[in-house]
């Protein structure tokens, strides 16, 4: 081993280092004496040595998955396991693995960069322990995984003070390209040690984040309870056992540290617990099934809170860099954060029953700007959680600051340490690299206890969503750091009490200087202005609605939904979800409405047009106003204007017709507009537009109508008289036919019995008596056949006869 090969950045003890030059020049003399008995090797053979050593670094992978413990203390053992495999393309024989250990790291940045170089072999390897510390492998068969151990008493580390040490473990071996004993392969971690005990612990606050991604919709059922409609199960799998959020939570319930939550995660969940539908393909839903799983999680949640600090973050943690970017300029946005902020307290408490702090506002990764700033305190919080590598330290300070500091305003900035809180990120799935995460976060830690003596207040903020590996190193992490002598926990409220450094910058950086990469997932403008436009059409929406609750609720969280940090690098999914709250917003205000009207047609100078109302909503409707307008008053008015309104109120699920009058001018075709305002004066609705086609009435038309009305009753009443007069006279002509007959008869009866004596007597005048009679009867038979005129007088009665009556002779009178 040559000195060269001691990590970078640090210097071995002259002791050691004396050792090692002895050994090695021990070890070289017998080999020198041999190479100068040797034949000096052409040039070309020292550079193919050089190319085969060079194509043959790495070609064995060493992954430590398990460093116990991983602060160690004096008498401890230290066992380190993992798997080494051969990636090359060559057995690898008489292999082993030994422990390596560096220098102590003196600075935060060596530690960064030794981080950076875990398996680099031109990096250096360390001190051997040597000895039975080692694993062999007779041979390493190419792409088999072959599993070791090593267990080590700490004292054989040969550790000095306090401090982080590197702790490499590395493969030698040979291959049949480079038949010679040579690293092959190396992995790099550090080892925190401080046998004892820090001087001055340092306080370090840890958030422990329970935020999720938008899941519920703004659809609810029209049945009392309004059943919840979700976007997908994704919550389901997060909180169902082995899930993100169920990791979260039974692995924070056992540390000291402070939950930073997202009320609608606690909403989304707590709707889960009861009857709801999730979304399927196109417009269906399916009935939800994991309220069991539900209940299980808050009851947990309740309980790993009841006696830790609890922050709220506002409703559905929107994303104050976007806001503040591309949202202050359109109307009303920051009136939806102070919402979303005022609900978040009133939230946590309900369904967690502890009080959160609402005071602390978290932009995402902490980076903040004049803007930022601004905004994140319009809603009342007056402390805003920054991190370190945003709001730099710029003067000559030595060592890490506490976190709080004061940014002028009342407001305090939270500084939360850019290593601590970024040591965590990537994918942490396997446990190798999850161990490295872990071994890395303590010895930052460490290292920033050994900067100074000075007390300071350390804040530690990971990001928002941890994924389940993730999670898992954080809590081995904190383990471990709470078991430390070198650090205690404290609450986030506390430690933005604590004193500030008064060397610390204070400055706030530039708009220009936040960093692009974020800048590129914010929500834009339009964004804002979609979401504007929907709450516009709720605010003319909800003031008809005798049951505002019902709709303001769902589309109030909907709205604040919108805004969500969880959006960032989702743009198509967040357009999508804004446009469905719009649209279904839209499909409710589409239920009250007029129904569609076809031309109608008015005869007369006045008559009533019927305009119908509808009302689909479950809950009735009011405040509402059907105003009724001619496009033309001087040829139709409306209530002798030009238009007419009228209040609306309609129950729900049923409709309403109203009339209006109208006045007819002139003959003609006129446009009529129907629609529907709020109270306020506010349009609401489409308008029902249709023709009214007028007909007008002359008054010498009217006459002409009236004389032939009076004609029609004269000949009807002419055509009566006549039909009775008629028979009257066949009545009496029945009559006088009847008594002639019987004058006949009698006259016949005397001639026989009289005859002889009359015939003797001459009897002058009977002949002509009964042609006076005759002659009589064939007039009045001639006047019965005249035609009856409507002047004439009672018609005339037959001539009577001047002979005694008869026996039952028919009298006339």
């Known amino acids: 081993m040559a000195e060269a090969a001691d990590f970078p950045g640090t210097s071995p003890s002259?002791?050691?280092?004396?050792?090692?030059r002895t050994g090695a020049l021990l070890a070289g003399a017998p080999l020198l004496a041999g190479l100068l008995q040797l034949p000096a090797l052409p040039a070309h053979a020292d550079a193919a040595t050089g190319v085969k050593e060079a194509s043959d670094k790495g070609a064995v992978s060493v992954a430590v998955d398990s460093l116990s413990p991983a602060v160690p203390t004096d008498g401890d053992t230290v066992t380190v396991s993992g798997t080494v495999t051969n990636k090359g393309k060559q057995a690898v024989t008489e292999a082993h693995l030994d422990l390596r250990v560096g220098s102590a790291l003196t600075t935060r940045s060596a530690i960064a960069d030794a981080a950076g170089d875990a398996e680099d072999l031109s990096a250096g390897y360390g001190s051997e322990v040597g000895g039975k510390y080692v694993?062999?492998?007779?041979?390493?068969?190419?792409?088999?995984?072959?599993?070791?151990?090593?267990?080590?008493?700490?004292?054989?580390?040969?550790?000095?003070?306090?401090?982080?040490?590197?702790?490499?473990?590395?493969?030698s071996g040979q291959t049949a390209a480079q038949q010679w004993n040579h690293v092959l392969g190396i992995e790099r971690t550090f080892l925190p040690w401080q046998p004892d005990g820090a001087d001055t612990a340092t306080k370090t606050t840890v958030l422990w984040p329970l935020v999720s991604t938008v899941h519920m919709t703004a659809e609810t059922g029209s049945n009392a309870s309004q059943t919840p409609v979700f976007l997908n199960d994704d919550l389901a799998e997060e909180i169902t056992p082995g899930g993100r959020l169920d990791q979260l939570l039974s692995l924070g319930k056992d540390l000291d540290v402070t939950w930073v939550i997202d009320p609608d995660l606690l909403a989304s969940v707590d709707a889960m617990t009861g009857s709801?539908?999730?979304?399927?393909?196109?417009?269906?839903?399916?009935?939800?099934?994991?309220?069991?799983?539900?209940k299980k999680w808050l009851a947990g949640l309740q309980?790993?809170?009841?006696?830790?600090?609890?922050?709220?973050?506002?409703?559905?943690?929107?994303?104050?860099?976007?806001?503040a970017h591309n949202g202050t300029g359109v109307s009303g946005s920051l009136s939806q954060f102070k919402a979303a902020s005022d609900v978040a307290a009133t939230t946590v408490e309900t369904i967690l029953h502890v009080t959160p702090s609402t005071d602390f506002a978290w932009p995402v990764d902490g980076a903040v700007d004049p803007s930022i700033v601004k905004v994140a305190t319009s809603a009342g919080a007056d402390k805003v959680i920054a991190r370190s590598d945003s709001l730099a330290e710029t003067g000559s300070l030595t060592y890490s600051p506490s976190a709080a500091r004061p940014i002028g305003g009342g407001t305090t900035a939270v500084v939360a340490d850019a290593r601590l809180s970024t040591a965590f990120q990537g994918d942490l799935t396997n446990a190798s690299a999850s161990t490295l995460a872990v071994q890395e976060f303590l010895a930052q830690s460490l290292e920033l206890n050994l900067q100074t003596h000075k007390q300071r207040s350390i804040v530690v903020a990971p990001q928002r969503t941890p994924t389940a590996g993730q999670a898992q190193a954080m809590a081995a992490a904190v383990r471990a750091l709470q078991d430390s002598g070198w650090s205690q926990p404290q609450s986030l409220t506390a430690a933005a009490e604590a004193k500030p450094d008064g060397s610390a910058t204070t400055r706030v950086p530039s708009r220009s200087s936040y960093p692009s990469a974020l800048r590129r997932q914010e929500l834009p403008k339009s964004a804002f202005e979609q979401i504007a436009a929907t709450q516009d059409t709720l605010d003319s929406f909800k003031v008809i609605l005798t049951d505002r609750s019902r709709v303001v609720t769902p589309f109030g969280r909907a709205t604040n939904r919108e805004m969500s940090t969880s959006w960032r690098g989702r743009s198509t999914a967040a357009s999508t979800f804004r446009q469905g709250v719009q649209s279904y917003l839209d499909t409710l205000?589409?239920?009250?409405?007029?129904?569609?009207?076809?031309?109608?047609?008015?005869?007369?100078?006045?008559?009533?047009?019927?305009?119908?109302?509808?009302?689909?909503?479950?809950?009735?409707?009011?405040?509402?106003?059907?105003?009724?307008?001619?496009?033309?008053?001087?040829?139709?008015?409306?209530?002798g204007h030009d238009y007419a309104q009228q209040d609306i109120e309609v129950s729900g699920g049923h409709s309403t017709t109203v009339k209006f009058t109208t006045t007819a001018n002139v003959n003609g075709q006129t446009t009529?507009?129907?629609?529907?305002y709020t109270d306020d004066g506010q349009v609401y609705g489409a308008p029902v537009t249709f023709d009214v086609k007028v007909t007008e009435i002359t008054a010498t038309v009217m006459l002409v109508i009236g004389g032939g009305v009076l004609l029609l009753v004269l000949a009807g009443f002419r055509m009566y008289t006549q039909r009775k007069r008629a028979a009257a006279r066949a009545a009496q002509e029945a009559e006088a036919e009847g008594d002639a007959e019987d004058v006949a008869d009698s006259e016949a009866a005397e001639d026989t019995d009289e005859g002889t004596a009359a015939e003797a007597d001459g009897a002058p005048g009977t002949s002509a008596d009964a042609e006076d009679d005759a002659g009589e009867e064939s007039a009045a038979r001639s006047g019965a056949d005249d035609p009856e005129q409507a002047s004439d007088g009672t018609a005339d009665t037959a001539a009577e006869s001047p002979a005694p009556s008869g026996t039952g002779e028919r009298v006339d009178r």
Request: cysteine-free.
């Open 276 to 294: 709801y539908r999730v979304r399927t393909k196109g417009d269906t839903t399916t009935a939800g099934t994991h309220q069991a799983v539900a």
């Open 135 to 171: 694993a062999k492998f007779d041979k390493l068969t190419p792409g088999v995984a072959e599993p070791f151990s090593i267990s080590v008493p700490v004292d054989e580390l040969d550790l000095g003070g306090e401090g982080v040490y590197p702790l490499a473990v590395s493969l």
């Open 303 to 323: 309980e790993a809170v009841a006696d830790k600090e609890v922050v709220a973050l506002p409703f559905a943690d929107p994303d104050l860099a976007s806001l």
């Open 672 to 676: 009529v507009i129907a629609q529907l």
């Open 14 to 20: 002259p002791a050691r280092r004396w050792l090692r």
């Open 589 to 639: 205000t589409d239920q009250v409405k007029l129904i569609d009207k076809s031309e109608t047609k008015l005869s007369g100078r006045s008559a009533t047009i019927p305009v119908t109302v509808q009302n689909n909503l479950v809950q009735g409707v009011r405040h509402l106003v059907l105003r009724l307008s001619s496009s033309n008053n001087t040829r139709l008015e409306i209530a």
